[in-house]
């Protein structure tokens, strides 16, 4: 069982920039590809982006085309963690960013194949 703690939310405004971390409990966290997802008032949770280890120190990263460009995802193996640098922030950013492990093999940004969440922190942009 993962478990996956959020956290570094909080209010910004528009153009700001806000670093989310997640921490792992299991010790096989680097066998998981991590992905973060977010959820605004009234809508469904959504991808948001994706890391994979392949070894090494080679990773893969995927996005949404909504953050592509100024979200960054990485992760931290030896520390258990993964990391969201969310840069030129925008009103529409603002939702709850939930941390998740990847346990089937679904596409990467289909929200099934998570099976481990954490409980979410919650990030604000002001216009």
């Known amino acids: 069982q993962v478990q996956l703690v959020e956290s570094g939310g909080g209010l910004v405004q528009a153009g700001g920039s806000l670093r989310l971390s997640c921490a792992a409990s299991?010790?096989?966290?680097?066998?998981?590809?991590m992905g973060w997802f977010r959820q605004a008032p009234g809508k469904e949770r959504e991808f948001v982006a994706t890391i994979t280890w392949s070894g090494g120190n080679t990773y893969y990263t995927y996005y949404a085309d909504s953050v592509k460009g100024r979200f960054t995802i990485s992760r931290d193996n030896a520390k258990n963690m993964v990391f969201l640098q969310m840069n030129s922030l925008k009103p529409e950013d603002t939702a709850v960013y939930y941390c998740a492990a990847r346990t089937l093999s679904l596409p990467m940004a289909d929200i099934r194949g998570y099976n481990y969440w954490g409980r979410g922190t919650q990030v604000t942009v002001s216009s």
């Open positions: 299991e010790r096989t966290f680097s066998s998981y590809p």
